[in-house]
């Protein structure tokens, strides 16, 4: 009798948005895996596997590529490393909002729906926590009560009339978040119609409104997942491990800000290990903190991808010459300045072993690959 194991058929995966640097990372890895991959883009694309053209606001031919699939997952967004203003927060908003509430509409009208649907979100959506000196808490999945009417609104923007509604609990700490201080539209933090008009906590309306869009589409074979995802790290040019990378090889990788702002981060390869772990594992759905056990404050950040690139010194950037720079380059000097203690915790409790869990051992890892890129 044969004993042999029949190898696992390919899938069918669909990456909405994944012309960008995480899209690449992941549709590579799909395919060296036998995999069959299609990425949906607005632009021009190149690539050695399937593309098509969407707008990210309408229904065309790239519906088709979602019937039968086994795995959809959106990572669509205008960039957040630009200058946030009014005209570039609406972009950010509406581009990840329009874009899922499409794709809950189609995913919905098809005869044979992805078995798995993966939305990205960001680990800022998690509420901080701050010990008795200001210094931040590990903060892992909060837990709440998704209260989503079927039509859409947020609950607390609701005249009183009745209807039906979705809720899901995801319970994994001991702290209670209201729904109403989680969603779009809570009197407390609402001063204007348009959620990208108040620039402070843009970055967690972003994602919690992202979320409730996402939870909100009424696609019952198909389980879900939120990727509250810290900064993937991967040896690409232009990327974030790049832009670093460059600071430290020319003698100016110090302390940036006050270097007690934590660091949230996940080396590309957990990054798709884990991706593929909560795709496969169909007991889980809901929101994920996709992030590296191991936080760390922007000094020790610094002084370990330093020695990662043996090079032992660095000149430190003050916020004020952080927030200048930022307006000559382009870009938010909340992305460095900001603070982000997300830890994996559902992640870890389903069994996921990370690859990377130390900074150190991921900057020594990425530094390697980056030199042999040369």
Not at 8 to 21: A, E, K, M, T, Y
Not at 112 to 118: D, E, N, T
Request: glycine share 8%; with cysteine.
């Amino acid at each position: 009798m044969d004993t042999t194991t029949a190898p696992p058929r390919p899938l069918r995966i669909v990456l909405p948005g994944g012309s960008g640097q995480v899209g690449q990372m992941l549709a590579r890895h799909f395919q060296e895996q036998g995999h069959n991959v299609t990425v949906l883009t607005r632009g021009p694309y190149s690539a050695p596997w399937q593309s098509m053209y969407w707008d990210g606001l309408s229904d065309g031919d790239w519906t088709a590529t979602l019937e039968g699939a086994d795995l959809c997952i959106n990572l669509t967004g205008r960039s957040v490393n630009c200058r946030q203003n009014a005209a570039n927060r609406q972009a950010i908003y509406e581009s990840r909002i329009h874009s899922t509430q499409l794709l809950g509409r189609v995913i919905a009208g098809l005869s044979a729906p992805p078995r798995v649907w993966i939305n990205a979100s960001a680990a800022t959506v998690n509420p901080p926590a701050l010990d008795a000196e200001g210094v931040d808490l590990p903060v892992a999945e909060a837990v709440f009560d998704l209260m989503i009417p079927h039509d859409g609104i947020a609950k607390n923007d609701r005249k009183a009339t009745a209807g039906p509604s979705t809720s899901l609990r995801f319970a994994q700490d001991d702290r209670v978040f209201s729904s109403d201080s989680l969603h779009a539209g809570s009197t407390r933090e609402k001063t204007s119609n348009e959620p990208w008009a108040v620039r402070r906590g843009f970055s967690a309306r972003v994602a919690r409104d992202w979320e409730a869009a996402f939870f909100a589409a009424e696609t019952p074979s198909t389980r879900k997942i939120a990727l509250r995802s810290a900064v993937v790290f991967s040896p690409a040019p232009g990327s974030a491990f790049g832009v670093l990378s460059n600071l430290v090889r020319f003698g100016l990788g110090g302390t940036q800000g006050s270097g007690h702002q934590f660091v949230c981060w996940i080396h590309e390869a957990d990054y798709a290990r884990a991706v593929d772990f909560l795709a496969a594992r169909e007991d889980l759905q809901g929101p994920f903190n996709l992030a590296a056990p191991t936080p760390l404050p922007n000094r020790a950040f610094m002084a370990a991808l330093r020695w990662a690139w043996d090079v032992p010194n660095g000149l430190p950037a003050p916020s004020l010459a952080i927030r200048l720079g930022a307006i000559f380059l382009r870009t938010e000097p909340e992305l460095v300045l900001g603070s982000c203690r997300a830890v994996p915790k559902r992640l870890l409790d389903a069994g996921f072993e990370f690859e990377f869990p130390e900074w150190a051992e991921a900057a020594e890892d990425l530094v390697r690959r980056w030199r042999n890129m040369e």
